[in-house]
C-alpha cells in the first residue's frame, strides 16, 4: 500500500502533501515514511490509527491475544458478508441504545466492504493485526495530527494512539469522548473543523 501511495504522488508530481490515514491507513502513512522518507509530505494525520502495533506479545503484553486475530480469519472464512455486517455495527457503535447512522447508510458500507474480495479482506485483517510499526515512528519528522475516539472497540485506544503520541515527535493529541471507530462520520462536523485547523496551521 505504502509503495503504492509512493507511485500516486510521483506521477501527480504532488507536493506540500498532507497525508491523511484513517485505521490501517495510519500503517500506511507511517510506511510511507519508514520506506520512502516521507518525500513530498509536510504533514501527516492519524484517525482512528491501529499504530504502533495490536498484537500481544512478550515485549507488548496488553496486545490483542493471537487467538483473536485467528477468530476473525476464520469467521471471515466461514460467513464474510455476515462478518461484515456485524463489523460495521461494532464499527460505528450501533447498539441497541445507540444508533449513530441510518440503517440504509449502515447497509451501503456492508455493501461497499462486499464487493472485496475474500483474499483481500484476509489479508488486510491479516496486516492490521499482525504489522509491527514501533520502530518506524521515529521516521516521522513532520507536524503529526493524533485523532482517536475513546469508545473505540475496534482499534482501542490505549494500545494504539495513546502510545503513538508519546512516541512521535512534534503531534497535535485529540481524544473524542464517547467516539467509535468510524468517527469520520459520528464526529463528522469536528474532525473537518479539526483537520482544517491544522492544515491551516
Do not use: W
Request: with cysteine; glycine share 6%; hydrophobic share 35%.
Amino acid at each position: 500500500m505504502a509503495d503504492d501511495l509512493k507511485e500516486i504522488i510521483e506521477q501527480l508530481e504532488l507536493e506540500n502533501v498532507t497525508l491523511v490515514g484513517f485505521s490501517m491507513g495510519g500503517g500506511e502513512v507511517v510506511r510511507y515514511f519508514s520506506r520512502h522518507g516521507g518525500k513530498s509530505v509536510v504533514k501527516a494525520a492519524l484517525i482512528s490509527s491501529i499504530i504502533p502495533f495490536l498484537l500481544k506479545t512478550h515485549d507488548n503484553p496488553d496486545g490483542h491475544p493471537k487467538e483473536k486475530s485467528e477468530n476473525t480469519a476464520a469467521a471471515i472464512k466461514e460467513d464474510r458478508i455476515g462478518f461484515v455486517d456485524n463489523f460495521g455495527k461494532t464499527f460505528f457503535g450501533v447498539n441497541i441504545i445507540n444508533k449513530p447512522l441510518s440503517t440504509p447508510l449502515l447497509e451501503y458500507y456492508r455493501n461497499l466492504c462486499s464487493v472485496a474480495s475474500p483474499r483481500a479482506t484476509l489479508k488486510c485483517a491479516e496486516s492490521f493485526s499482525y504489522t509491527d510499526f514501533r520502530d518506524e515512528l521515529d521516521f516521522i519528522k513532520v507536524p503529526t495530527l493524533i485523532i482517536h475516539g475513546d469508545d473505540d472497540k475496534i482499534v482501542p485506544i490505549d494500545l494504539t494512539s495513546r502510545k503513538a503520541a508519546k512516541s512521535i515527535a512534534n503531534n497535535t493529541y485529540i481524544e473524542y469522548a464517547g467516539a467509535p471507530h468510524g468517527l469520520f462520520y459520528t464526529d463528522k462536523e469536528k474532525l473537518n473543523e479539526d483537520l482544517l485547523e491544522f492544515l491551516n496551521s
